[in-house]
């Protein structure tokens, strides 16, 4: 197959092992077994947990008969992270469910959000690996929601900082409540098509304060928040498993129509298509990336989710963001580092409202703020290293 996708590829190969496996899962189809035994497995389990998506391969991988007779050690690390990701779901959606009991009680109307409702649709339980558990709620109850968390014995990480709030419960509970879908100052348009949610939900049968989407919502702001990492830093292959398991079991019955006027006002309407046709390509049968037919703009695309991983990368971020400062030809290739590294030390406005509102408040304050950010980040070398690196090979790929 040609194009961006090269099965010589290291990084690449194990990427196109790990579609073809979590395929073989979903659709309950055993992997060939010579195919099995070939397989780098330290590399494979390596990008499985790059992109959490171990206990999905791992569940096709036991149903060959050669699993047990690979790399011991591997076998073992790869059951392991399987039987902590089923006992992780098992633990997040019984706390989920004490906290929504709290919340009902409590008068503060939620709505579940992302893996917590796609985690149902997959064929078996834990197939779709949960690293945290999204959660709407109303914002006015933000003071009652923190105070039933502190109760429950959480660690108050952000509160009031931004549109989402963390609570953090060693070793393994980590919800993050959003007070909107979006941030005001870091959403842009899909802040202002969010802003009055609430009208857009409906209300749970048999409780008083949860609600949830229409399936066609679901899927827009489902897209819409992959399109936010994706254009970003980067998001990884399980978006797109997402993206088929749920297009798959609810899509016959959606208004396409609807979606797609919705997209295309939120501007995403060509990011939707592209990314259901690459994933509906990629996990429709249990086949390699090369035999799926890509084109080559489907090639680079999956490329670019292969490389990136759940959280993306440092040099998506300073690649994506120089990109986004040459738009137009206002930056030539210099002058859009020059751009990225003030940036970086001189944040905008924007940017405080969103993420510093105290010092957005207290302007006052950002020098003060300025120079601890300064030293902090001197101290982050590993991470400045990492953004200089990309910024220098801005440019020169071919």
């Given at each position: 197959?040609?194009?961006?996708?090269?099965r010589?590829?290291?990084?690449?190969?194990?990427?196109?092992?790990?579609?073809?496996?979590?395929?073989?899962?979903?659709?309950?189809?055993?992997?060939?077994?010579q195919?099995?035994?070939?397989?780098?497995?330290?590399?494979?389990?390596?990008?499985?947990?790059?992109?959490?998506?171990?206990?999905?391969?791992?569940?096709?991988?036991?149903?060959?008969?050669?699993?047990l007779?690979?790399?011991?050690?591997?076998?073992?690390s790869?059951?392991?992270?399987?039987?902590?990701?089923?006992?992780?779901n098992?633990?997040?959606?019984?706390?989920?469910?004490?906290?929504?009991?709290?919340?009902?009680?409590?008068?503060?109307?939620?709505?579940?959000?992302?893996?917590?409702?796609?985690?149902?649709?997959?064929?078996?339980?834990?197939?779709?690996?949960?690293?945290d558990?999204?959660?709407?709620?109303?914002?006015?109850?933000?003071?009652?929601?923190?105070?039933?968390?502190?109760?429950?014995?959480?660690?108050?990480?952000?509160?009031?900082?931004?549109?989402?709030?963390?609570?953090?419960?060693?070793?393994?509970?980590?919800?993050?409540?959003?007070?909107s879908?979006?941030?005001?100052?870091?959403?842009?348009?899909?802040?202002?098509?969010?802003?009055?949610?609430?009208?857009?939900?409906?209300?749970?049968?048999?409780?008083?304060?949860?609600?949830?989407?229409?399936?066609?919502?679901?899927?827009?702001?489902?897209t819409?928040?992959?399109y936010?990492?994706?254009?970003?830093?980067?998001?990884?292959?399980?978006?797109?498993?997402?993206?088929?398991?749920?297009t798959?079991?609810?899509?016959?019955?959606?208004?396409?129509?609807?979606?797609?006027?919705?997209?295309?006002?939120?501007?995403?309407?060509?990011?939707?298509?592209?990314?259901?046709?690459?994933?509906?390509?990629?996990?429709?049968?249990?086949a390699?990336?090369?035999?799926?037919?890509?084109t080559?703009?489907?090639?680079?695309?999956?490329?670019?989710?292969?490389?990136?991983?759940?959280?993306?990368?440092?040099?998506?971020?300073v690649?994506?963001?120089?990109?986004?400062?040459?738009?137009?030809?206002?930056?030539?290739?210099?002058?859009?580092?020059?751009?990225?590294?003030?940036?970086?030390?001189?944040?905008?406005?924007?940017?405080?409202q969103?993420?510093?509102?105290?010092?957005?408040?207290?302007?006052?304050?950002?020098?003060?703020?300025?120079?601890?950010?300064?030293?902090?980040?001197?101290?982050?070398?590993?991470?400045?290293?990492?953004?200089?690196?990309?910024?220098?090979?801005?440019?020169?790929?071919?």
């Amino acid at each position: 197959m040609s194009g961006s996708l090269n099965r010589d590829d290291i990084t690449f190969g194990i990427a196109c092992d790990i579609v073809y496996l979590c395929a073989c899962a979903l659709h309950g189809v055993k992997p060939d077994e010579q195919y099995a035994r070939q397989l780098d497995l330290k590399r494979l389990y390596r990008m499985c947990q790059f992109h959490s998506l171990t206990a999905i391969t791992c569940m096709a991988l036991e149903q060959t008969g050669v699993f047990l007779d690979l790399d011991p050690a591997v076998v073992k690390s790869f059951k392991d992270a399987k039987a902590k990701a089923i006992r992780k779901n098992m633990l997040l959606d019984a706390e989920r469910e004490q906290i929504f009991e709290e919340m009902e009680q409590a008068g503060i109307w939620h709505m579940p959000l992302k893996g917590s409702v796609l985690q149902a649709l997959y064929p078996k339980y834990g197939m779709r690996q949960m690293s945290d558990n999204d959660i709407l709620y109303d914002p006015s109850g933000q003071k009652w929601l923190a105070d039933i968390m502190e109760r429950r014995g959480y660690d108050v990480e952000v509160c009031g900082k931004s549109n989402h709030d963390v609570f953090l419960k060693p070793p393994i509970f980590n919800f993050e409540m959003h007070t909107s879908l979006f941030g005001q100052f870091s959403g842009g348009a899909w802040y202002n098509y969010y802003k009055n949610v609430k009208e857009r939900l409906l209300a749970d049968e048999g409780a008083s304060y949860r609600y949830h989407f229409t399936d066609e919502d679901f899927y827009l702001y489902m897209t819409a928040h992959t399109y936010k990492h994706y254009s970003y830093s980067g998001v990884g292959l399980r978006s797109l498993v997402d993206a088929y398991v749920f297009t798959e079991a609810k899509g016959g019955s959606m208004d396409w129509g609807y979606i797609g006027r919705e997209a295309a006002g939120m501007g995403i309407a060509d990011f939707e298509e592209r990314s259901r046709l690459l994933a509906k390509k990629l996990f429709s049968s249990p086949a390699l990336p090369q035999e799926a037919g890509l084109t080559k703009e489907e090639e680079a695309m999956f490329s670019y989710f292969a490389g990136s991983g759940t959280y993306g990368t440092t040099k998506n971020y300073v690649k994506n963001r120089m990109s986004e400062s040459q738009k137009g030809g206002s930056r030539a290739g210099f002058m859009a580092k020059l751009h990225f590294i003030y940036r970086r030390l001189f944040p905008t406005m924007e940017w405080y409202q969103n993420y510093e509102p105290f010092f957005a408040k207290h302007k006052v304050l950002i020098p003060f703020f300025l120079v601890y950010r300064f030293f902090r980040r001197l101290f982050g070398k590993k991470k400045i290293w990492n953004e200089l690196r990309a910024m220098r090979e801005f440019g020169k790929e071919k």
